[in-house]
């Protein structure tokens, strides 16, 4: 019997990504995917428990740094293999007035003082990270961020960018690479909790089936977003179970920030 939702749709379910990972493996392809977590500031307990999964799934996370509000003592706990740093903005500051959909990195400001934020965020990574410490990408809070803004970031000296959705070009300027999150978890507009199977799953199979009939840009690994401050214990459970189910699948595979934003030569 197939499940469905109160509105008629079909309900995915894990089988059904298994399913689709199937057909990557008899199509002879390998899907991959990546981690991205976000909003990370100081040590918390959840953060300890997002890199207690990480290492028991063995698979590597990307942590999303706010550099205006980090403490430096993020640097010992984020060391270590597996273990990407991005940049989340400056101050995850909201400058939208009230009719527009929040965001930092927005062109209603001037590009000056867009730039001068981003340039001090960037000092304060290279202070607490070190100058290899960290991957030199740019994650726009709220994941939005103008084209204007989007500009400047190669000038600055970023060669990543990551924001939600699939990409629409692999470089959306020269010396920029773009690779986004397909995945995520979090129900901001209901109870902040997890926004439940049927949105994660239908997200994931989504990707993955237009990768898969050309759709969508095929090199593009599916990005799992996360945010460890928001997460409730089915948060957790979802990662958990995702990680499993797709490490244990011989189509899919899990890659690095580093590997997806590489250095320009």
């Not at 003592?73 to 293999?81: C, K, Q, T, Y």
Request: some cysteine; hydrophobic content about 40%; overall charge negative.
């Amino acid at each position: 019997m197939v499940q469905r939702s109160q509105s008629g749709d079909r309900v995915s379910t894990w089988k059904d990504l298994t399913a689709e990972l199937d057909l990557w493996a008899e199509a002879g392809d390998v899907a991959t995917f990546w981690w991205r977590d976000d909003d990370a500031v100081r040590p918390t307990p959840p953060l300890d428990r997002l890199l207690n999964l990480r290492r028991k799934s063995g698979v590597p996370v990307a942590i999303a740094v706010v550099p205006a509000n980090a403490q430096p003592a993020l640097a010992e706990i984020l060391a270590g293999d597996d273990i990407d740093i991005l940049q989340h903005g400056y101050a995850h500051r909201n400058h939208k007035d009230e009719t527009g959909k929040r965001a930092e990195l927005g062109d209603d400001r001037g590009l000056w003082d867009i730039a001068r934020e981003l340039a001090d965020g960037r000092g304060r990574m290279f202070d607490i990270f070190g100058e290899d410490g960290w991957t030199e990408t740019m994650v726009p809070p709220w994941n939005r961020i103008d084209e204007p803004v989007t500009a400047l970031l190669p000038g600055l000296g970023f060669h990543g960018l990551s924001t939600f959705r699939a990409r629409e070009a692999v470089q959306p300027v020269p010396g920029l690479t773009a690779v986004n999150t397909h995945i995520d978890i979090v129900d901001w507009d209901g109870g902040r909790g997890y926004a439940g199977d049927q949105t994660t799953l239908s997200a994931a199979i989504a990707h993955l089936s237009a990768k898969r009939r050309g759709l969508a840009d095929r090199g593009e690994a599916t990005g799992l977003l996360t945010h460890h401050l928001a997460h409730d214990d089915t948060c957790w459970t979802f990662i958990d179970t995702f990680i499993d189910v797709t490490t244990g699948h011989t189509a899919a595979n899990w890659v690095s920030a580093r590997a997806l934003f590489p250095v320009p030569q």
